[in-house]
């Protein structure tokens, strides 16, 4: 089974896809399964039975959707989020992208420590997450930019599989990429790639035609500068969560689940599971580089700088470098107050599974309209 693991409630199967790619010669067509999983890996299967199938995971794009919409409110605060300042953006950020590491640790392994943060940044949902989100309510315009995140996100990794069908369909999918980046380039264009092997290569590639197909969706609640910026923002969150994926799977590894015991007489003994590991994923930062560069040409084309301090959605050449290194510290800036209530709360939740899951349920909102393709975010 692709997703061994998902709930029923979190699967939708049964969508048949048809993309006509005139463009490049061929049309796609197959079954795609919507589904939420904490699994952020592959979601395209080769099948010989059934054929293609794309399990359109909505896990990391919903992540990358809250990240946006905290960017959309508050991204004029940028330089003191550089700085390190205590400011909203920092807050949010910093609550969205420790609770995208808490539920992967938590997928592994129901350590202590992993439901400690976890239980901080319910905090920060009630707080600050649930206002910005019902903000929209009354404003029919935000309203649309937060579905068009939503939409975005979940195409851009959607697409990216697409790209492998792509792929296999057309052994001059590399030339033909690079003929439209260099159409719309005034100066010559190098691709980043170039200098690496498969199968690396080919997840450039996937990635340049998941923007490309992107780009070229621009909702009537936006324009063109917004798209980009929505589409290059997108790939650097996407960087972070990749880092921080590897990252919880790493201390999971070190603190597997049968390393558990009985935590509540050892109140004062170090919290077990706390000796995390966390690190950037230099490969998904290349790659967000490269995504890049090519919005980048595509705004050049179009009489767009992609970094001029206006618009709603304001974009910076460092945003990769700056997020990411950002997203190391997320465990380790914190309330020392809230921390200890957390660190309490969690060794009184060890070994109760069920009210942990049901915490991480009640900590989201699930949008399932009726029929075979669901969406959850």
């Not at 794309?54 to 919409?69: G, H």
């Not at 997928?107 to 901080?120: A, N, Y």
């Not at 790209?163 to 980046?181: K, S």
């Amino acid at each position: 089974m692709l997703r061994p693991r998902v709930r029923d409630e979190f699967l939708r199967t049964g969508a048949s896809f048809d993309y006509d790619l005139a463009e490049l010669g061929f049309r796609l067509r197959g079954e795609q399964c919507s589904i939420y999983d904490e699994g952020i890996d592959a979601v395209l299967l080769r099948s010989k039975r059934h054929g293609n199938i794309i399990a359109n995971n909505t896990y990391v794009s919903s992540f990358a959707y809250n990240l946006a919409v905290a960017w959309l409110a508050y991204g004029r605060e940028y330089e003191a989020f550089r700085r390190r300042d205590d400011c909203a953006l920092t807050r949010l950020l910093r609550y969205n992208l420790k609770k995208f590491f808490a539920e992967q640790i938590l997928s592994r392994t129901h350590s202590v420590f992993g439901l400690g943060i976890f239980l901080e940044t319910l905090l920060y949902e009630e707080r600050a997450m649930r206002p910005l989100f019902a903000a929209s309510a009354g404003d029919p315009i935000l309203e649309a930019r937060y579905q068009y995140f939503g939409d975005l996100m979940s195409n851009l990794l959607l697409f990216h599989e697409v790209g492998h069908l792509v792929r296999d369909a057309r052994a001059d999918m590399e030339e033909l990429l690079l003929a439209e980046i260099r159409g719309a380039a005034d100066a010559p264009f190098a691709a980043d790639w170039s200098e690496y092997p498969d199968p690396g290569r080919t997840e450039f590639l996937c990635d340049t035609f998941s923007l490309l197909m992107a780009s070229r969706n621009v909702p009537s609640c936006a324009d063109a500068v917004f798209v980009l910026r929505a589409i290059a923002f997108g790939f650097a969150m996407c960087a972070c969560m990749y880092g921080l994926e590897k990252s919880a799977a790493a201390t999971a590894l070190a603190y597997p689940a049968s390393g558990d015991r009985d935590t509540l007489g050892e109140i004062h003994a170090s919290l077990p599971g706390a000796s995390f590991v966390i690190g950037i994923d230099q490969s998904a930062v290349v790659r967000a580089r490269s995504a890049l560069r090519v919005c980048e040409v595509l705004a050049g084309q179009q009489g767009i700088d992609l970094y001029a301090p206006d618009g709603d959605f304001p974009l910076f050449p460092d945003v990769i470098e700056t997020t990411t290194a950002f997203a190391t510290t997320v465990v380790t800036d914190q309330d020392p107050q809230i921390r200890g209530l957390c660190e309490l709360l969690a060794r009184a939740f060890h070994g109760h599974d069920r009210g942990v899951d049901y915490l991480m349920s009640r900590s989201k909102v699930f949008k399932m309209p009726p029929g075979d393709s669901a969406s959850f975010t």
